[in-house]
């Protein structure tokens, strides 16, 4: 107050030069330590809050006199907050003040106090999460006004604001010195607004309630008695900062009527000394002229004393949509260039999303914070180099907090930090989804696939750098954790529509354009495009696995009915006959405890199958039952395969459903009429695993990764379909069995033409899989794919072994 009084001509002295913050300190210091040895609040928080001090705080924060106050403020409100055991928050004189400074706080433009800005903020977030019945305070105040305007709802709203104010049980005499008024002299010299439109109203409310002389009008709205004042008015004058105007205000209008004569006494004396305070006050506004604190620092006087929720006021470049304004401060400080300040306004927003409060989570979810979390994903993808190498994208592995400064201080490769950039806001990200309440996470997921991927990715992935994008897409695909996150990023991929697609008829632009990229003549562009599948299968999102595969399978199109008994393999005879039985006999007590289509009987004879399609004399492993060295890593696969997809609704067997008693009324009917379609996916392998002889090694290892993951998958069809060679076809379809019988065809009839074909089979052998360097030795594309080959039909032989014997 002394600075106040004592600097009315100069406001320019720095706060470090004054006896503001150690003043404020010490006022922390005995509000703490009254804490320690009370049960109850005791009196200098009860004069705190009754004399609404805060509020004089957050003027003099808006205001900025002397430089540095608002830093103070903060940091003062911040720790008294912060560090005391009592829930403050909901009281009308701390939650006013607590509205005026979050409205101060705005990362845009950025300020040399954002440090303590978000600090404070994320104090408030924190101490919402810890009381969440408070919500609705950090809400825009005319929101919480306009809840009950008419005069029905006064009288509720003030027994509501009476619920959560908290009433001191302790009598006030005038021989208590923490109870005699301020000399708030000094407070009308920071604004000469504060009366102009506030106290206007409060006059003319309670003209229009208590006629009487003009000093009685003048004392109205401060009067100890409040039965007449609603709480709509507490809360205009929680948002005025002078303890003259405020000071009596309803928290212990309760108490004062029951209170005995000395408080009443205390009351008459007060108002003589309140009289007399207003004509000092009348003529110093004159001397506030000269000062002309409105002028210096803009419309923020203005915008203080206006309704807390009017956010255009002070960011009138966007339109808000939120009603929150403690949301609304947290998003302005995403973008900004301190790393620090972002991840501390990125934890509360994270807060804030994860309030378990329905009313609360739909209006974060009509919010900007969806737009602008992926606006921003948008900015940081498009600021990475094209000339990123894509080989280097798998390497990066960042998470959204602090604890990765090597891909943020270090070079790694050229463009690593635009790249951990990008990185490090999808997994903030992917986290916020997870963590946040569900009609947040389907919001700022829907948000991401529309605004991002769609409208970025999608067209990104016909132009010039597609292979730096494939690769981008398979890494955040490999650190998608969030459930809502990657459902939509399944639609992205495959489209939305769950029934099978008609062949050349595009309905899923992106999946089409992926299948296309497999077959352009950049074998990078190949090998990464198989990359992303491969990934696609690894997530086992059942809607992504139904769309590539599993809906063209499900009909069993491809079995053909009509061959004889005898040629049926898939089981044995006399299980044929058991089924037949079965189904005859309709045993409600049987109980199939595992699937004969996963484990067949015939096992051995479909394993040696698979290592009998490369003749001996190209065969490069003298042991040809060294397909068992397949068989420890493929158990922990399975293992891994099978938890992931105990909760998919697939059949345990595979079979065909009868219609042969309608088959002579619907001719057309007959499986032979129509012509199994495996779908775009399995086309589009089928027709890379024929072309093995003429990619090079890298394609046709990575081709061979993603069947292999798609014949680990335990779905009866899928699995009949690709590691059965004993399947009886339909005419005219293929499967993989039959896919690699052409390409053996093909290796037998190339390789013996080249001479000393087998000396240059085991040394491409021993380069491709011993780590064995032979100097001079060229790549040649033929041998290594009967490498590949022979090596691929050991694998699917120990993954029908693995199954089989999983399904036991």
Not at 39 to 58: F, I, M, S, V
Not at 531 to 555: A, D, G, P, Q, W
Request: with cysteine.
């Amino acid at each position: 107050m002394n600075f106040y009084v004592n600097h009315l001509t100069d406001c320019k002295v720095p706060i470090q030069t004054t006896g503001i913050p150690r003043h404020l300190d010490r006022l922390l210091e005995i509000l703490l330590e009254e804490e320690k040895d009370e049960t109850e609040p005791g009196p200098c928080l009860e004069y705190l809050l009754q004399h609404k001090l805060l509020d004089l705080l957050a003027t003099l924060a808006s205001a900025e006199t002397p430089p540095g106050m608002r830093t103070i403020c903060l940091s003062f409100l911040r720790k008294l907050l912060g560090r005391s055991k009592y829930p403050l928050l909901h009281h009308t004189s701390i939650y006013g003040p607590v509205q005026r400074l979050i409205g101060l706080c705005n990362g845009s433009p950025p300020s040399p106090m954002e440090a303590e800005e978000v600090q404070f903020l994320l104090t408030i977030c924190f101490l919402v999460c810890k009381y969440p019945h408070v919500t609705n305070i950090i809400n825009d105040a005319p929101t919480v006004q306009r809840h009950n305007t008419s005069p029905s709802g006064r009288s509720s709203e003030t027994m509501e604001v009476e619920k959560v104010t908290y009433i001191p049980a302790r009598r006030r005499n005038n021989f208590n010195p923490l109870f005699e008024p301020l000399d708030t002299r000094a407070v009308t010299l920071i604004n000469p607004n504060l009366f102009s439109s506030e106290n206007d109203r409060r006059l003319r409310f309670a003209e229009s309630n208590r006629p009487s002389s003009k000093t009685e009008t003048t004392r109205g709205s401060s009067s100890q008695s409040n039965g007449s004042i609603s709480s709509r008015d507490v809360e205009n004058a929680s948002q005025s900062s002078s303890p003259i105007i405020q000071k009596p205000i309803s928290d212990e209008s309760s108490v004062v009527a029951a209170s005995s004569s000395d408080s009443q006494d205390y009351d008459i004396s007060q108002k003589g000394e309140d009289v007399a305070l207003m004509n000092e006050i009348d003529t110093h506004l004159q001397n506030l002229q000269d000062l002309r604190l409105d002028v210096e620092y803009g419309t923020a006087y203005e915008d203080s004393n206006c309704a807390e929720g009017d956010q255009s006021l002070l960011r009138p470049e966007t339109p808000q949509k939120s009603k929150c304004l403690l949301l609304d401060a947290l998003l302005s400080y995403i973008n900004t260039a301190d790393n620090t300040v972002r991840i501390r306004a990125c934890e509360g927003i994270m807060v804030l999303a994860s309030l378990d409060d329905l009313s609360f989570a739909q209006m974060v979810a009509n919010s900007d914070l969806a737009i602008l979390i992926s606006n921003r994903l948008e900015n940081l993808f498009n600021a990475i180099p094209a000339h990123v190498d894509p080989a280097e994208i798998d390497g990066v592995d960042v998470t959204w907090g602090l604890d990765s400064p090597a891909w943020t201080k270090e070079k790694k490769f050229s463009g690593c930090r635009q790249v951990a950039a990008f990185f490090m806001w999808f997994d903030y990200c992917n986290q916020l989804i997870r963590e946040a309440h569900p009609d947040v996470a389907d919001a700022l997921a829907k948000s991401i696939r529309v605004n991002f991927l769609e409208k970025i990715v999608t067209p990104a992935l016909a132009e010039h750098h597609v292979v730096l994008i494939t690769a981008l897409v398979t890494k955040c695909l490999k650190e998608l954790t969030s459930n809502a996150l990657c459902i939509e990023i399944s639609y992205w991929l495959v489209g939305q529509d769950r029934g099978p697609e008609i062949p050349n008829v595009w309905t899923s632009p992106v999946l089409h354009r992926l299948i296309d990229n497999c077959f352009t003549d950049s074998e990078d562009l190949t090998l990464e495009t198989l990359k992303l599948f491969e990934e696609m299968i690894e997530k086992r999102n059942e809607h992504i696995l139904h769309c590539l595969v599993l809906v063209y399978l499900s009909t069993r199109g491809y079995y053909d009915n009509t061959a004889a008994d005898s040629a049926i393999a898939s089981w044995s005879d006399e299980e044929d006959e058991r089924e037949r039985e079965k189904k005859g006999s309709l045993d409600l007590s049987y109980e199939q405890s595992h699937s004969r289509t996963l484990a067949p009987s015939n096992i051995h004879r479909i394993v040696n199958c698979f290592l009998s399609l490369i003749p001996r004399y190209l065969q490069t492993d003298t042991d040809v039952n060294n397909y068992e060295r397949y068989m420890a890593d493929l158990e922990r696969q399975y293992s891994t395969v099978l938890t992931d997809c105990s909760l998919m609704a697939w059949p345990l067997e595979a079979v065909t459903v009868d219609d042969s008693a309608s088959s002579d009324s619907r001719p057309e009917a007959d499986h032979c009429s129509v012509r199994f379609y495996v779908g775009p996916f399995m086309t589009m392998l089928f027709e890379k695993v024929t072309n093995i002889p003429r990619q090079k090694y890298e394609v046709n290892l990575q081709l061979t990764v993603v069947i292999s993951r798609l014949a680990l998958l335990p779905h009866p069809y899928l699995h009949e379909f690709l590691l059965n060679p004993l399947l009886p076809l339909a005419p005219g379809t293929k499967n993989l069995f039959t896919c690699l019988q052409k390409v053996v065809k093909q290796l037998v009839n190339e390789v013996p033409k080249t001479p000393d074909h087998k000396q240059m089979l085991k040394e491409t052998r021993e380069r491709l899989l011993e780590d064995c360097s032979h100097e001079g030795e060229k790549e040649n594309i033929l041998f290594e794919s009967v490498i590949v080959t022979e090596e691929f039909c050991k694998e699917l032989a120990a993954i029908a072994y693995v199954k089989y014997h999983h399904s036991m």
